[in-house]
T-cell receptor, first 115, second 113 residues
Framework: KAGVTQTPRYLIKTRGQQVTLSCSPISGHRSVSWYQQTPGQGLQFLFEYFSETQRNKGNFPGRFSGRQFSNSRSEMNVSTLELGDSALYLC??????????????FGPGTRLTVL | GQQLNQSPQSMFIQEGEDVSMNCTSSSIFNTWLWYKQDPGEGPVLLIALYKAGELTSNGRLTAQFGITRKDSFLNISASIPSDVGIYFCAGFQNTGTASKLTFGTGTRLQVTL
């Protein structure tokens, strides 16, 4: 079956702009988590959605937001982009939320560059 | 945000050699996981460890959950070129009201022929 899909794969924006990234989970998976990956900070948890509700949130400013639709697809939005937001944004889907993520699969990520 | 300390940061080894890497934390975790990330891809789960002292293998990979629950180790035996990539440890905590996966800083492995 198809894996986790993220669009777009690459994106270039300028400071002050906003951006929306999309994630389509594996069919049947209802939980979607988002991570930011940078060389300096590594993989940092952003938030998790399950059944259209945010279940868990990491320590990121309010400029980072997300949502999940009834078909489990998820979007994350970053407003007022800063240079430090340049990163690989990874989405991961799993069957359920809260348990050990052994059924969690990551997408290939969206590479965001902020100029 | 919190990160787990992994060492070494990077290593160059020859094909056929064994590899060891470890991960330490100031916090206790209920579960330890090890991932591998190839260029242009997201991390892929290799091994999950569920209790202190547990030793688990997956092919040439062996991982251990430290007795203190604050560390974990990964060994790769007889390395091959396709082992190249970045290896991440991750600690999982479930407090009942929230769950959290914290990743390590990563170990970049390069294998030479």
């Amino acid at each position: 079956k198809a894996g986790v899909t993220q669009t777009p794969r690459y994106l270039i924006k300028t400071r002050g702009q906003q951006v929306t990234l999309s994630c389509s989970p594996i069919s049947g998976h209802r939980s979607v988590s988002w991570y930011q990956q940078t060389p300096g900070q590594g993989l940092q948890f952003l938030f998790e959605y399950f059944s259209e509700t945010q279940r868990n949130k990491g320590n990121f400013p309010g400029r980072f937001s997300g949502r999940q639709f009834s078909n489990s697809r998820s979007e994350m939005n970053v407003s007022t982009l800063e240079l430090g937001d340049s990163a690989l944004y990874l989405c991961a889907s799993s069957l359920s939320a809260g348990g050990v993520p052994i059924t969690q699969y990551f997408g290939p990520g969206t590479r965001l560059t902020v100029l | 945000g919190q990160q787990l300390n992994q060492s070494p940061q990077s290593m160059f080894i020859q094909e056929g050699e064994d590899v060891s890497m470890n991960c330490t934390s100031s916090s206790i975790f209920n579960t330890w996981l090890w991932y591998k990330q190839d260029p242009g891809e997201g991390p892929v789960l290799l091994i999950a460890l569920y209790k202190a002292g547990e030793l688990t293998s997956n092919g040439r990979l062996t991982a251990q959950f430290g007795i203190t629950r604050k560390d974990s180790f990964l060994n790769i035996s007889a390395s091959i070129p396709s082992d190249v990539g970045i290896y991440f440890c991750a600690g999982f905590q479930n407090t009942g009201t929230a769950s959290k996966l914290t990743f390590g800083t990563g170990t970049r492995l390069q294998v030479t022929l």
